[in-house]
């Protein structure tokens, strides 16, 4: 077993429990790829067993930190069982929902996310990558009856030093699948959808949304990213009259459009638009348009903390157009997941916009990710998702 030894002082984050270690703390040691290693303190006291990444400045991911631990196949099935026995405990539905999440699973790097009969996994580290065939047999003997798709094609890999890699682990046949949500009927394709194919993260916010359409009598919305129609079925379960969903994806849209009527909405009740989100809130500004409720879900921003400011002036623009659109009780359902905004940083950002749109607004409710994607207290870069549902006076 290789030893990895830190510079003083720089075993403080993991005696706070904290899971990664960069590359500027350590003091002496290497390994492969995704190898375990013995990480000491520079008094060559044990802290933890983690995986090295040689390529990433996230230089060490803990596994354990108890020095008994073997780091085997065995720990791969019980951290997997764990996460699985957790959303169990919950009553999630195992059946549309992530199963990993991570860091704050114990499985750093490690994303299996569930759609019907297909587990995908994503390998987003060095760690996760070396163990796959583990981690692969923990699966198939947990949940024998799922099939296992691998999109492991997120830009981390490359800086995990790792090649891109998609398709059947195990099992094979159609990649698109029928889940539900909410009672509404989804068809992800885990093949060529974004991520693993769905935002299972944004379950909770659909369901709320549909409930303040439904209690407020919400009439004309407008869904930005709307992606393949989460927040527009939304919408329409919970009785609006009109929904105008905007993306800048054909094949998202294209399927945001069947799932319309395959839940058996009137195609009537909706408009899709495939053009740029800003310059279309821009447009429907011009032409003087007005909406009872705003979904404003962007994707990422701020990938890395030098896009934060860039980030910032994006989330600002879009969001004060949408007050523009909003007559007085409009409601604003507003997101980030950019890990680099902070909940505050992204609550001051929407303040701003409302300024300088002259809106005043109450903050009815903040969301984030469901319960399959946990968070831990040692690990606040998991918080990544936040929304706000305000209301304008
Ligand atoms: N709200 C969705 C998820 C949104 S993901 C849901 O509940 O499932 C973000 C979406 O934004 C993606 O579908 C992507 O195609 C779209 N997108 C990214 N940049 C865009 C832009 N500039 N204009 C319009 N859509 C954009």
């Known amino acids: 077993m290789k030893t990895i030894r830190l510079h003083p002082g720089k075993e403080r984050s993991l005696l706070r429990r904290h899971p990664w270690i960069f590359a ?3 003091a002496k040691g290497s390994a492969d790829s995704g190898e375990t290693v013995r990480v000491q303190a520079d008094d060559g006291r044990f802290l933890a067993w983690a995986a090295y990444s040689p390529t990433s400045q996230i230089r060490l991911r803990v596994w354990s930190f108890d020095e008994a631990q073997r780091i085997d196949a065995g720990f791969f099935a019980t951290r997997l069982s764990q996460a699985i026995a957790r959303r169990t405990s919950l009553g999630l539905d195992l059946t549309a929902c992530r199963l990993v999440h991570g860091e704050s699973d114990g499985l750093p790097g490690c994303i299996i996310d569930r759609y019907a009969d297909i587990a995908v996994l994503q390998a987003g580290s060095a760690g996760i990558e070396r163990h796959k065939p583990a ?8 949940l024998p009856q799922v099939r296992i798709y691998e999109r492991s094609d997120a830009a981390v890999r490359g800086r995990e030093g790792l090649a891109a890699s998609s398709g059947w682990l195990h099992g094979a046949g159609p990649t ?3 889940i539900r949500e909410h009672g509404l009927r989804l068809l992800v394709d885990v093949a060529s959808g974004h991520k693993t194919g769905f935002y299972l993260d944004q379950r909770d916010a659909r369901g709320l949304f549909a409930s303040v359409v ?11 990213f709307c992606y393949t129609g989460g927040f527009t079925l939304a919408a329409l379960a919970g009785g609006a009259q009109h929904v105008v969903s905007v993306d800048s994806s054909a094949a998202a849209l294209e399927l945001a459009a069947r799932h319309v009527t395959l839940n058996g909405f009137d195609p009537a009740r909706t408009t899709f638009v495939d053009a740029d989100v800003n310059a279309t809130l821009r447009r429907l500004r011009e032409g003087g348009e007005q909406f009872d409720a705003i979904v404003l879900d962007p994707p990422k921003f701020a990938s890395s903390a030098q896009q934060v ?3 910032a002036r994006a989330y600002k623009d879009i969001n004060r157009l949408a007050w523009h659109l909003l007559p007085p009780g409009g409601w604003l ?3 980030s997941c950019s890990g ?3 909940a505050e940083l992204f609550q001051k950002i929407v303040a701003a916009a409302a300024v300088d749109a002259a809106a005043d607004a109450q903050i009815v409710a903040r969301t984030g990710a469901g319960a399959d994607h946990p968070l831990t207290l040692h690990f606040p870069e998991g918080d990544y998702l936040k929304g706000l549902l305000l209301r304008k006076r």
């Open 333 to 335: 359902f507003t997101f």
């Open 214 to 224: 439904r209690d407020h009598g919400v009439q004309r919305v407008l869904n930005c």
């Open 24 to 26: 500027s703390a350590v």
């Open 135 to 142: 981690l692969l047999q923990a699966l198939r003997s947990l």
């Open 176 to 178: 698109q699948v029928e």
């Open 340 to 342: 680099g905004i902070s």
């Open 309 to 311: 400011e860039r980030a």
